[in-house]
Structures are given as C-alpha cells and as structure tokens.
C-alpha cells in the first residue's frame, strides 16, 4: 500500500513539476501597433511578469496599416501566430460573432468600463477584447499661433472657421502649415478622417438600401473641401501622412492645428517630447450645423485569438495591461496626463485626473459621438468612422488609396469619387448586398 502511495506521490509531483516548467516556457507573442500609449506599456511589462514569472512576453509592433494585414490574415487562416491581438471597435464584434476570438472573463473591474466603449467590443453581451485606451477626436491647436492670427478658437468650431483659420495660420516661409490631417490611405488612417469629416457634411456610405452614396454632393462637398483646405494650408507630401506623421510635424511645431484622435493630447502636451507642449489648445472636432461633428469612437484593445494554445497566461496579460492597477503604475511613474483614456468611468471621476487639460474635452468627444446613429439622414450601419460590416475594410482601403491620389494630385476628385463609387457598388453587389 506504502509503495502504491509513494508512486502515486511522485507521479503527482511530476505532474507538478511538469506543469511549473511549463508554465515557466510561457512565451506570449504579442501584436501591437506603433502607437505612444503601447510603447510606453512595454517599458512596464517588468510590473507583469514579477507577478507571472513563468511567462515571457514576445513584442511584434507594426505600423497601424501592417498591424491590420497582417492581424487579419492570420486569424481568418487559424495561423496561430499570435497570443494577444491589439484590435479595434471594427474587428471586434465581426471576429467575435464568427468565434475567432475568446470571450473575456476576467476583465479588471469589467463594469467600470464606459458602457459606450464596452458595447462596442461585446457581442450579445459578452465582451471579446478589453479597451486598452478609448478615443474619440477633436482640434488640436497652437494658442500662439491663434493669437497671432487674431482669432479665438470656440469650444465648438465649425468647418468654415478652421479653413479660415488655417489660412491665417499658415506661414510657408517659417515652415508652419496652418493644419495637418491625415492623408495616408488606410481604412483606418485617410478613411477614418474622411469618413468622420463627411457625416457632418450630410454625407454617407450607404442608404438604407446598401447603394454607395460617393455619387452625391455631399460626398464631393467633403472630399473638395478636404483637399482645398489641404492645398492652401497642409504641409507637402501630406499624402503620405497618417497619425504618427502628423504627430511629429505637431509636435516640431510645423502645424497650427491637428485634428486627430483625442489620445494624441498627452504627447502633443509632454514637454519631453514636445516642442509646443505648453501652447497646446483643444476644441472639439468641427461641424457645418447639421447636426453631426466630425469625430469619431475608437478603442484600441487587446484581444486573444481562439486559436492560442496559451489562453491563460494571455487573459493574465490582457487583465493587467487594461486594469485599474496599470493606470495608477503609469500615473505614478509619468504623471496622470500620460495614462490611458478613454475607457474607465472611475478615471474620469478622479478629480486628480480631472485636473489634466485634454480630460473634459476628450470626455466630452466620446459623449457626442453616437455609433448607432452616425449620419444626418439614416444607414442601415453601426458606426462612425467605419460601417460595421466584413467588407469595409477591403472597399474603405481601395477608397483611400483613391482619395490619397487625389491629394497628391494624381487624380481629380471628381475622378476619385467617380471610381470610389463604382468600386463600392460592384464589391457590395458581389457581397449580395445590392440586388
């Protein structure tokens, strides 16, 4: 009986054993995009694995476009690659619904989130990536710049006085550009600029029938009114602009406003890495008294492919880099201004956070934007900056390769909208959309 006890202890033991060591072999390979707030989450992965010492962290950070290919390709083929996802409001649900990826349950504090950013990464209530930082866009600008020009920028600007003010602002001889906007093609880069712009000139994607709508004069009212007001005022080779352009061109001063993603604040603001960080305003993203702004909702969050043989190192980690506990580790080594926004009832009810320049105004932008009714007349679509369909990204990509042209000049709009609109209808007549 002593013998049959021991062996059982040892095979028990062994297992034990066995199972540290694996655990200890734990690598996660992480996918990320290039953005400020998820490099300075790797300087403070130490924080993580202290506390998981059986696990080791394997970085792949990517420009946003790359991240978005390559993301894709391997979870739709089940490649396994990757053990944690950063993805968006976009992918999410689409992934989610087709069981791509594993539901969250161990979320820090998952009622805390802002049920605005929570909704858009759950399906039928349950949530399949949890927000890493929330966005939401707005007007960035120089107040000395404003000054100079002779002009006050309102909380609530509209179209017509940012053109005029960036013409004001404008000094080619000094190197400013009176604005800098995105301009790289990418559904998630010119597109998402684009499409937020057109909802308050009345534009759409699609009516209620799924007909694409880059025929009408609300469309060409944008796209002539966006590249005008970048011929004037924008810098050269904004067709090569997307978000991390247009941040350094802020940030070395050559821009009088930026109107970009509401999480661009701590960094055009960081004396560290700013140039202008003490002349910095905030307005909110502009309108043409319609009814809709032109901003946008946006999280980037952490997912975890169902395909991962490592689903529970990987919820440990998408837990700590979204909780309560990792805000406070960056407000206390960086100061509150350089935490992640965006996603936390509680941040914005800490009065210490409040204090911050940019956090009413980021609140306030998340607020006024409303996915399941984005435009003036009715879609059959959820979203802002993007139609919540499998599709989108494909045609959205050709239609900022497209628009981009149009920018540096390659093609008119006219011209751009005209192909636009005819690669939409035979893409969504091919998906069965269009009967």
């Keep these: 009986m002593k013998t049959v006890l021991k062996g059982a202890l040892a095979a028990f033991t062994f297992a034990v054993m066995a199972g540290t060591a694996l655990a200890e072999d734990t690598t996660l390979t992480i996918a ?18 202290a506390a998981n ?20 390709k391997d979870i739709s083929t089940k490649g396994g690659q990757y053990d944690v996802l950063t993805i968006g409001m976009y992918e999410t649900p689409i992934w989610g619904k087709k069981g791509w990826l ?35 866009s707005m007007v960035m600008y120089r107040k000395d710049l404003m000054d100079k020009a002779g002009m006050k920028m309102p909380d609530a600007p509209t179209w017509t006085f940012i053109r005029e003010a960036a013409s004001k602002m404008t000094d080619r001889a000094a190197g400013i550009n009176g604005i800098c906007l995105r301009g790289k093609a990418g559904w998630g880069e010119n597109m998402a600029f684009l499409t937020a712009t057109s909802n308050s000139f009345g534009a759409r994607w699609f009516d209620e029938k799924w007909h694409p709508q880059f025929d009408t004069k609300e469309w060409k009212d944008t796209l002539d009114f966006y590249l005008g007001m970048m011929k004037e005022s924008g810098p050269a080779g ?24 509401t999480v661009a604040a701590s960094f055009v603001s960081d ?22 702004r032109g901003n946008w909702l946006w999280a980037w969050a952490l997912g975890i492919p169902a395909g ?16 309560k506990h990792y805000t406070e580790l960056v407000a206390a080594k960086e100061g509150w201004a350089n935490v992640p926004p965006g996603t936390r009832t509680s941040l914005y009810a800490n009065p210490e956070y409040m204090k911050v320049p940019f956090a009413k105004m980021t609140l306030d932008s998340m607020n006024s934007a409303d996915p399941t009714k984005p435009t003036v007349k009715p879609v059959p ?16 990509t050709k239609t900022g390769e497209l628009f981009s042209a149009a920018l540096a000049g390659q093609m008119s709009a006219d011209d751009a909208l005209a192909q636009a609109q005819t690669y939409t209808t035979d893409a969504m007549t091919k998906a069965g959309y269009i009967k």
């Design 308 to 323: 991962t043989q490592k689903v529970e190192a990987a919820e440990k980690f998408v837990s700590w880099a979204t909780s």
């Design 53 to 72: 010492p059986g696990v080791k962290l394997n970085w792949v950070t990517l420009e946003e476009n790359d991240l978005r290919q390559k993301v894709t």
């Design 102 to 136: 594993v539901p969250l349950t161990g979320v820090d504090d998952a009622a805390d989130l802002l049920p605005a950013v929570s909704g858009g990464l759950s399906v039928d209530g349950k949530l399949f990536a949890a927000p890493f930082y929330g966005e939401s």
């Design 381 to 396: 679509y959820v979203g802002i900056q993007f139609a919540a369909i499998p599709e989108f990204a494909g045609i959205a």
């Design 238 to 261: 904004a067709s090569g602009n997307g978000f991390s352009e247009n941040l350094a061109l802020f940030q070395t001063g050559k821009c009088g406003m930026w109107i970009d993603a």
């Design 271 to 292: 004396p560290k890495a700013s140039q202008v960080a003490d002349k910095v305003g905030y307005a909110l993203a502009p309108d043409n008294g319609l009814g809709k």
């Design 32 to 49: 990320t995009v290039n953005n400020g707030d998820m490099i300075r989450m790797q300087k403070y992965t130490d924080d993580f694995t």
